[in-house]
């Protein structure tokens, strides 16, 4: 069973991250739309061309990028291995930031404080996790977006500093945001998922519960996060 898992958008010309989050899924077509409106509203207009993996998590958001441009080739299906721009910081993330959480939950299984197959241990660990995992992210994401890309040979992209490249770009690039779009039919937004830190929400709920009633706050860092998860395993 996942734990956390990372649901992650890159832009294909400046290598910008647009969005990096740890959810508890990034199979559910609501949730990836969600994130994907968020950060059209947030940069104020839609990408003119998507591309995505061939997973059914991705059909909201092909319709609504045909819907709001007029075309169907505004997005693209292709294969993972094939999409290297977001391939690349895959890998560059596995090798510098993924594998301190590796190591740590791996420790906590076999020291036998968690069983990955028991649903509400997963869902109590990420409820302690979530948000200390996602304030590393957003810190991952600044200093990606910040840090400057060498050139290398054979790209086809410019090298430089992602957000630099995405606000100001070099010439002779272009203005590919979609903006003055139509509005969303009501359908779209009523399928829309919020992010959340666990699958079940009334568990969520009595987590939240359980975590007022014993004075603890929001955990910041990882010794608060495992204070917070063997505080509510009591309970569980």
């Given at each position: 069973m996942p734990l956390l898992l990372l649901c992650r958008c890159i832009d294909g010309y400046s290598r910008r991250i647009m969005w990096l989050t740890a959810s508890y899924?990034?199979?559910?077509p609501q949730l990836i739309a969600s994130y994907f409106l968020t950060t059209v509203d947030h940069v104020g207009g839609y990408p003119?061309?998507?591309?995505?993996?061939?997973?059914?998590?991705?059909?909201?958001?092909?319709?609504?990028?045909?819907f709001v441009t007029g075309h169907n080739s505004a997005h693209m299906y292709g294969t993972s291995p094939?999409?290297?721009?977001?391939?690349?910081w895959w890998s560059f993330f596995r090798r510098n930031h993924?594998?301190?959480?590796?190591?740590?939950?791996?420790?906590?299984?076999?020291?036998?404080?968690?069983?990955?197959?028991?649903?509400?241990?997963?869902?109590?660990l990420?409820?302690?996790?979530?948000?200390?995992?996602?304030?590393?992210?957003?810190?991952?994401?600044?200093?990606?977006?910040?840090?400057?890309?060498?050139p290398s040979v054979g790209s086809r992209c410019p090298a430089g500093i992602p957000?630099?490249?995405?606000?100001?770009?070099?010439?002779?690039?272009?203005?590919?945001?979609?903006?003055n779009c139509p509005p969303l039919p009501l359908q779209i937004h009523q399928q829309l998922e919020e992010p959340r830190s666990c699958e079940d929400t009334d568990f969520a709920m009595y987590l939240d519960y359980l975590r007022n009633f014993s004075n603890l706050p929001v955990p910041h860092d990882t010794d608060?996060?495992?204070k917070l998860y063997f505080e509510l395993m009591k309970y569980v």
């Open positions: 899924t990034n199979q559910k003119a061309h998507v591309r995505t993996d061939c997973g059914t998590e991705n059909g909201i958001i092909a319709s609504i990028q045909s094939g999409n290297q721009r977001i391939e690349a993924s594998q301190y959480w590796i190591e740590l939950f791996e420790q906590m299984r076999d020291s036998g404080a968690f069983h990955p197959g028991n649903v509400r241990q997963v869902d109590c990420r409820y302690a996790f979530m948000s200390v995992i996602q304030g590393h992210l957003d810190e991952v994401k600044r200093h990606w977006n910040t840090h400057r890309i060498r957000d630099v490249l995405y606000h100001l770009p070099n010439a002779p690039a272009v203005n590919c945001l979609f903006q608060s996060a495992l």
